[in-house]
Nanobody
Framework: QVRLVESGGGLVQAGGSLRLSCAASGRTISNYAMAWFRQAPGKEREFVAV???????YYSDSVNSRYTVSMDVAKNTVYLQMNTLKPEDTALYYCAEGLNVMRTGTGYDYWGQGTQVTVSS
């Protein structure tokens, strides 16, 4: 049974930083694509970033150069370092796991419950 648990969300002022964590259990994350998505109220779910093994990373244009996705295989955990946060980054952030690197949510088999990020102006 694969389980993903996100943490690290919170309230931060614009320009600030947060680091989200996604702790996985059930199988080793190094064999899979681990992605972050987000969904703001009234909006569709949006791809944020994905990593498959160390160094193989992709980002959406809206977060590229501000966010960094990484993984700690020993801890079976994926991280999302978010810098220079903007009010439009406010959303529920989800971690997802799948076989292949995809920018659409349909490509992922397992999802966490999400962690809320709120950026005040």
């Amino acid at each position: 049974q694969v389980r993903l648990v996100e943490s690290g969300g919170g309230l931060v002022q614009a320009g600030g930083s947060l680091r989200l964590s996604c702790a996985a259990s059930g199988r080793t994350i190094s064999n899979y694509a681990m992605a972050w998505f987000r969904q703001a109220p009234g909006k569709e779910r949006e791809f944020v970033a994905v990593i498959k093994w160390i160094g193989d990373t992709y980002y959406s244009d809206s977060v590229n150069s501000r966010y960094t996705v990484s993984m700690d295989v020993a801890k079976n955990t994926v991280y999302l370092q978010m810098n220079t946060l903007k009010p439009e980054d406010t959303a529920l952030y989800y971690c997802a796991e799948g076989l292949n690197v995809m920018r659409t949510g349909t490509g992922y088999d397992y999802w966490g419950q999400g962690t809320q990020v709120t950026v005040s102006s």
